[in-house]
C-alpha cells in the first residue's frame, strides 16, 4: 500500500517532523514492504529534512509545486478539489492520502485518512488568534463533512472528539505514537553533549518548542521560588523559538528570565542537532513538560524510550501516556512544580546516561500496527 503523506517542516513543528520519522521507520522495521510512505514536498522543501526521512528505508520523496503552501486550499474548499495535488497522488500510484493540516477537497477519487493531533483550538480557543481558530475548524469540519476516517493519537483527544463533533459518524482510529530512536543517534556520547553546551552533570531537560501552550513561563516561576530559598536548579530547554501565532512570545520569557535573574538556572540552547536532543534527554536528571495541552506528547514519548525519569503537567494525555509512572504538577501551580524539582535534585544521583528500554520494541511495534489498522479502515 502506498500512502500519501505531506512533508512537515522541522522549523514549523518539529514534533509533527519527528512523528513522520519515527513512523517511516516503525513502518520500515515491522512491516517491512507492506507500506510504501511517499512523502510530498514543495520545491522550497529543507534538503537536508527530506534526506533525513529518505534516508528511512522505503521512503520515497515527491517534490511538487502543488505543496508549496497551499494553493489548492481554495479550490479544494470551493470545487471540491486541490487539481495539482490530486494530479501528484495519481502520478505517484499512491492508495491511501493521509491529510495532516491540509484538505485536498471531498471530490478526492483517493481515499483519505485525516490526522488530527488534538483540538488544541477548542479546549484553549484563547491561545489562536480568531482567523488560524476558524481555519483549523473549518479544516476539521470540512473533512468531518467529506467522510474521511479519523485519526487521532490518544484517547484524550478521542474524548475531546466526541465532546464538540457529537454528530460525526466517521469511522475513527486512535493510533498512539511511540519513538526507537535510530542507533546511529545514540553513538553520540552524551557527557561530550552536556560539555560542549556547558551544563552541570545534573540539569532537568525541557526539549519543547516555544509555544504559549507549552507552559515555559511557569518553569521560570518555579525557578524564582527556588532561587528565594537558595536552592540552585538548572533547565535546560531546546527547540524552536517560532511561533506564527504569537511571534513576540520567546523575548517575552527571555526578557522575563533576565529581569528576575535567572539566566544561569535557565538555559536555552536554540534548535540544535537530533543525535544532541537524544544525549541530553539520556543523561538528564529528569524529563520536564509543563505543557497545558498535548494531542500526545513525542518528548515524553521519548522519555519512556529510555527510562528517563519525568516530571509532567497534570493533564490527561500525560497520565494517559505515563499510567501514573511520573511526578505530576497543575499547569498554574509553579510551586508544586519547584517543589518537585527540589526533591528530585536533592537525591543527588550520579550522572546516568540510559539506553533504550527492553521492552520498547513492543509499543513501537504496536505504533505501526495501529497506524496500518487505521489505512486500510479506509479502502
Not at 126 to 131: D, E, G, I, V
Not at 325 to 332: I, T, W
Request: charged share 20%; net charge positive; hydrophobic share 45%.
Amino acid at each position: 500500500m502506498r500512502f500519501a503523506f505531506s512533508h512537515i517542516s522541522r522549523r514549523v513543528w518539529a514534533g509533527g517532523f519527528n512523528y513522520q520519522c519515527n513512523l517511516f521507520a516503525a513502518l520500515a522495521r515491522f512491516l517491512p514492504g507492506e507500506l510504501v510512505p511517499v512523502v510530498f514536498a514543495g520545491t522550497r522543501a529543507e534538503e537536508n529534512e527530506l534526506a533525513e526521512l529518505a534516508a528511512v528505508p522505503g521512503v520515497e520523496i515527491v517534490r511538487s509545486e502543488a505543496f508549496d503552501g497551499q494553493p489548492g486550499l481554495a479550490a479544494a474548499l470551493g470545487l471540491g478539489l486541490d487539481r495539482g495535488a490530486a494530479a501528484a497522488f495519481q502520478s505517484a500510484r499512491v492508495d491511501v492520502v493521509v491529510e495532516a493540516a491540509r484538505f485536498f477537497g471531498w471530490r478526492l477519487t483517493i481515499p483519505a485518512v485525516a490526522w488530527i493531533p488534538d483540538l488544541q483550538h477548542r479546549s484553549l480557543p484563547q491561545l489562536f488568534p480568531t482567523p488560524a481558530r476558524w481555519r483549523r475548524e473549518i479544516g476539521f469540519r470540512v473533512q468531518i463533512a467529506s467522510g474521511r476516517t479519523i485519526m487521532l493519537s490518544s484517547e484524550s483527544a478521542l474524548r475531546d472528539f466526541r465532546a464538540y463533533y457529537p454528530r460525526a459518524g466517521n469511522r475513527v482510529s486512535v493510533v498512539r505514537f511511540a519513538t526507537q530512536p535510530p542507533e546511529t543517534f545514540l553513538n553520540t556520547d552524551p557527557l561530550e553533549v552536556i560539555a560542549t553546551y556547558n551544563l552541570p552533570a545534573n540539569y532537568f531537560y525541557l526539549p519543547n518548542q516555544f509555544y504559549r501552550h507549552k507552559n515555559h513561563r511557569l518553569v521560570v516561576d518555579a525557578l524564582a521560588i527556588l532561587k528565594s530559598r537558595g536552592v540552585n536548579v538548572v533547565v535546560c530547554a531546546s527547540g524552536s523559538t517560532e511561533d506564527r501565532r504569537e511571534p513576540g512570545y520567546y523575548d517575552q520569557v527571555t526578557s522575563e528570565i533576565q529581569k528576575r535573574g535567572l539566566a544561569t538556572y535557565f538555559r536555552h540552547l536554540g534548535v540544535i542537532p537530533l543525535p544532541h536532543v537524544y544525549a541530553l534527554l539520556r543523561a538528564s536528571t529528569a524529563l520536564l513538560n509543563p505543557s497545558r495541552f498535548e494531542g500526545w506528547s513525542t518528548t515524553v514519548e521519548e522519555a519512556k524510550s529510555f527510562g528517563v525519569p519525568m516530571i509532567l503537567s497534570d493533564i490527561d494525555v500525560h497520565r494517559e501516556q505515563t499510567a501514573g509512572g511520573a511526578r505530576y504538577f497543575g499547569v498554574d501551580d509553579p510551586a508544586a512544580l519547584a517543589e518537585h524539582l527540589m526533591q528530585v535534585s536533592k537525591m543527588n544521583n550520579p550522572p546516568t546516561v540510559r539506553d533504550i528500554v527492553p521492552y520498547q520494541d513492543d509499543s513501537v511495534r504496536a505504533f505501526a500496527a495501529s497506524f496500518s489498522d487505521a489505512l486500510r479502515r479506509t479502502l
